[in-house]
């Protein structure tokens, strides 16, 4: 179905037939007002956002619908719908996908965007990072230690981490690491690398939640992930779960510190509401959920972080510019070229 066929059916079924359609998660339709509406396009997990919208939902009394997904299968979805997306924001895992569809997305107000550092937003002000997310290697400690991790995320194409990793190649985080790695790199170099691990005969997961259970399982030694699946599982756990994150010293893409970010839709009919929802995320409240309860970094100043978590000024993170990552075509493309995804 196009995008033109499914606009039609919208218009033919109302409001309430947009939500079952769009396979939105709603409340009864009966007495939905579009005004007091929003439509939220999330490449963010429902575990991970869900309590926030509904935190939102409750303090502005804003009817709220979300279409959860992964980040590129959304982005995907927006530029399929185009201008007939009933989309009014985007809320993307990483900027690859809100890049990918920065031309859809209309510039936020100043004061929205001046709310986060440079490093967290569009260039154009189209979207605004939400939290921060820092890559990492987590590794069982019951086998390994700081001291036999490699400074570079390159030591791991060593044969002696043959049938020891664990990744997620699938997963937008990973993904947007290895376009990292081709800013940094360059194309060649980051070829080597993919082909290096693949030859190392790494265990393949659907996500990094899967990874971080299979570290400290020992299925696997070491897996790539965010850092903050880890700390969830130490906080549910305790201090004894045999897992730890590690950074990379050497200012490299394995220590990558990403935002997750949200957009406004340009044709979004509902645009003051849309641009509420913004602002609540980077309120204190929305900030401090981040950073107490799913361990992300906050991007405004005045949010208490978790004594679990390594300031962000300890992390030897590559300057990267998130607006030079939104090549999520080319990183597929070399993915699907090495035979790492299909």
């Known amino acids: 179905m196009n995008a033109e066929e499914r606009s039609k059916i919208y218009k033919m079924l109302g409001w309430c037939g947009f939500l079952t359609v769009a396979l939105l998660t709603s409340t009864a339709c009966s007495g939905v007002d579009n005004k007091n509406s929003l439509v939220v396009y999330s490449g963010r997990s429902e575990s991970l956002v869900g309590a926030v919208i509904q935190q939102f939902e409750d303090a502005s009394g804003i009817h709220v619908s979300v279409k959860y997904g992964s980040t590129s299968e959304i982005a995907a979805t927006l530029q399929e719908e185009g201008k007939d997306s009933p989309a009014d924001v985007f809320f993307a895992q990483d900027p690859g996908g809100l890049g990918a569809v920065a031309g859809m997305l209309s510039p936020l107000p100043e004061d929205i965007v001046d709310r986060v550092p440079n490093w967290a937003r569009s260039p154009e002000g189209r979207w605004v990072g939400i939290s921060g997310r820092a890559r990492t290697i987590v590794y069982n400690t019951d086998r390994l230690t700081e001291a036999d991790l490699p400074d570079t995320i390159e030591g791991f194409t060593d044969s002696a981490w ?115 929802f913004v602002r609540f995320l980077l309120s204190t409240v929305a900030q401090q959920y981040f950073a107490s309860q799913t361990f992300e970094y906050p991007l405004i100043d005045g949010v208490n972080i978790s004594r679990l978590l390594a300031p962000l000024e300890k992390i030897n993170s590559p300057a990267v510019d998130p607006a030079d990552l939104d090549d999520l075509k080319g990183t597929q493309a070399l993915l699907r070229d090495v035979g790492i995804i299909p």
Not at 182 to 209: F, H
């Open 162 to 276: 043959k049938g020891r990793i664990g990744w997620a190649p699938s997963n937008g985080s990973f993904q947007t690491m290895v376009t990292a790695m081709r800013v940094m790199w360059g194309e060649e170099r980051t070829r080597l690398w993919l082909e290096g691990i693949e030859a190392n005969e790494p265990r393949v997961y659907p996500n990094n939640t899967s990874i971080v259970t299979a570290v400290e399982a020992a299925e696997v030694n070491a897996g790539f992930v965010n850092h903050y699946y880890l700390h969830r599982f130490i906080q549910e756990e305790g201090e004894d779960f045999s897992a730890r994150n590690y950074y990379t010293k050497d200012g490299g893409p394995g220590s990558l510190v990403m935002v997750a970010g949200a957009g406004v839709l340009e044709t979004s009919e509902n645009r003051e509401n849309a641009e509420k």
